[in-house]
């Protein structure tokens, strides 16, 4: 199976709330992760990324945590907006692989005004 | 300002009949993808090009080739489509090899539909 997950599929959020994206790993030689934004119609963004030596790295109204004690990525958006809703994909690098990001299944985020 | 353009946006065909979707790309990177993505599914990495090295993902169809004629531009051919090839086609670019140093850039895709 795959080695990076999502937990859920699609999650529905009010204009403002906070919106916490979270995204499972299981190979420990993963040393390199990377959160990308895909809206309909449009390819893969980078919004963030985070190397396995740090737990946490914060962007503009993003942030991401990561737990290595329990494989376990999230992308944290602060006030989340319409223009945020979209597919949020975690992607991970195994240490000594082909440095190409392998992709996890999405999250649809959908906001509501 | 389009820094990955993939032309068509759709592309049509029909079963068994080649077909070439193109991607050209202005920031003058290295690497350049070929995703294959698929309704509410992941991008799944088909091949890339390291300036001229082709490296082929090891469960890539045959059915797919890339060529890349100059930095600028690179092609996908699917010589015999079939109806599970209707996905979205994304290309990508990076400086180097995508990891920690190199971010990719994707185009916005193209897609394809087998009738």
């Known amino acids: 199976g795959e080695s990076v997950g999502l937990h859920l599929p699609t999650l529905s959020v009010q204009e403002g709330d906070n919106s916490i994206i979270n995204c499972a790993y299981s190979n420990s030689a993963s040393d390199y992760f990377i959160w990308y934004k895909q809206e309909s119609g449009k390819g893969p963004q980078f919004i963030i990324d985070?190397?396995?030596?740090?737990d946490k790295r914060q962007g503009q109204r993003v942030t991401v945590l990561l737990n290595k004690t329990v494989k376990h990525l999230s992308l944290q958006i602060a006030a989340t907006q319409p223009g945020d809703s979209a597919v949020y994909f975690c992607a991970e690098n195994i240490k000594g692989g082909s440095y190409i990001p392998t992709f996890g299944r999405g999250t649809s985020l959908i906001v509501h005004p | 300002d389009a820094m990955v353009i993939q032309n068509p946006r759709y592309q049509v065909t029909q079963f068994g009949k080649p077909v070439t979707l193109s991607c050209s790309q202005t920031l003058n990177h290295n690497v350049m993808y070929w995703y294959q993505q698929k309704s509410s599914q992941a991008p799944k990495l088909l091949f890339h090009?390291?300036?001229?090295?082709?490296?082929n993902e090891a469960d890539t169809p045959d059915n797919f080739q890339s060529r890349r004629p100059n930095t600028s531009f690179c092609f996908l051919d699917i010589r015999s489509p079939g109806l599970g090839d209707a996905a979205m086609y994304l290309c990508?670019?990076?400086?180097?090899?995508?990891?920690?140093?190199?971010?990719?850039?994707f185009g916005p895709g193209t897609r394809l539909l087998v009738l």
């Open positions: 090009y390291y300036d001229k090295d082709f490296n």
């Open positions: 990508a670019t990076s400086r180097g090899l995508a990891g920690v140093t190199e971010t990719q850039y």
């Open positions: 985070i190397r396995s030596n740090m």
